[in-house]
C-alpha cells in the first residue's frame, strides 16, 4: 500500500505556480520522498527526489518540512503541457520497489 | 524521449492466443521492471528483474510470463488472458536496483492490451 496521502486532484492557472501537497508521516529515517508525473496514455516520469533538505532542478522544487511527515512539489511557472497525475511516494528505491499511489491529476488552465 | 522503447504500443488479442510484449532500454541500465495500469487503479508492480535475474514476482499469475536474455531487453510472454488483464502494460528500467541508493526508473511509452 502506498505510504502518501495526496489529494485527488487540483487545477492551476497557467503561468503560475503548482502546489502539489503530500503527506508521509510513517515516513522512516532512510526513506526518500519521490516525485514522478504521467501525461496521459504516457509513461511515468521521473520529477525530483529528496531526503530531508529542499532540492531544485529544471522541473521542479520540492519542500520537505523538517519533521519530514509532508512535502510540497512546486512546479514555478505551470504550462498547458503540465497537466498530468502526480504521484508522491516514500520508499528507498535502492532497495525496494517504488509503490505509486492514486496520486493528484492536476490540470492547468488556460 | 525515455530511451525505453516498447513493441507493439498496442495489442488486441482473444482468450486463446499467445502473444509476447517486448521492451528495450538503450540507457545502460541494469534493472528492469514491468508494471500493469489498469482503468482507474494505480500502477501495479508484476516483476523486476536486476542484472537478468528475476528479484521480484508481485504474485503475478502464471498466464504472464517474463523473460529476460539480457540487461537491455525484456519481454512479457501471454497465453490464455482473461478480458480483465486488458490494461496499459509499462516496462521501466534503472541503473542498479538493490544497490542501496536512490535508483530513479524510466519508464516506456507503455503498450495498451485489449483482451476479446
Known amino acids: 500500500d502506498a505510504k502518501t496521502t495526496q489529494p485527488p486532484s487540483m487545477d492551476c492557472a497557467e503561468g503560475r505556480a503548482a502546489n502539489l501537497p503530500c503527506n508521509h508521516s510513517t515516513i522512516s529515517g532512510n526513506e526518500y520522498v519521490y516525485w514522478y508525473r504521467q501525461i496521459h496514455s504516457q509513461g511515468p516520469q521521473y520529477i525530483i527526489h529528496g531526503l530531508k533538505n529542499n532540492e531544485t532542478n529544471e522541473m521542479a522544487s520540492l519542500i520537505i518540512t523538517e519533521d519530514r511527515k509532508s512535502s510540497t512539489l512546486i512546479l514555478p511557472h505551470a504550462t498547458l503541457r503540465d497537466t498530468a497525475v502526480y504521484y508522491c511516494?516514500?520508499?528507498?528505491?535502492?532497495?525496494?520497489?517504488?509503490?505509486f499511489g492514486k496520486g493528484t491529476r492536476l490540470s492547468v488552465i488556460a | 524521449e525515455t530511451g525505453v522503447t516498447q513493441t507493439p504500443r498496442h495489442l488486441v488479442m482473444g482468450m486463446t492466443n499467445k502473444k509476447s510484449l517486448k521492451c528495450e532500454q538503450h540507457l545502460g541500465h541494469n534493472a528492469m521492471y514491468w508494471y500493469k495500469q489498469s482503468a482507474k487503479k494505480p500502477l501495479e508492480l508484476m516483476f523486476v528483474?536486476?542484472?537478468?535475474?528475476?528479484?521480484e514476482n508481485n504474485s503475478v499469475p502464471s498466464r504472464f510470463s517474463p523473460e529476460c536474455p539480457n540487461s537491455s531487453h525484456l519481454f512479457l510472454h501471454l497465453h490464455t488472458l482473461q478480458p480483465e488483464d486488458s490494461a496499459l502494460y509499462l516496462c521501466?528500467?534503472?541503473?542498479?536496483f538493490g544497490g542501496g541508493a536512490p535508483d530513479t526508473q524510466y519508464f516506456g511509452p507503455g503498450t495498451r492490451l485489449t483482451v476479446l
Open positions: 521501466a528500467s534503472s541503473q542498479d
Open positions: 511516494i516514500v520508499g528507498n528505491s535502492g532497495n525496494t520497489p517504488l509503490v
Open positions: 528483474y536486476n542484472f537478468k535475474e528475476q528479484t
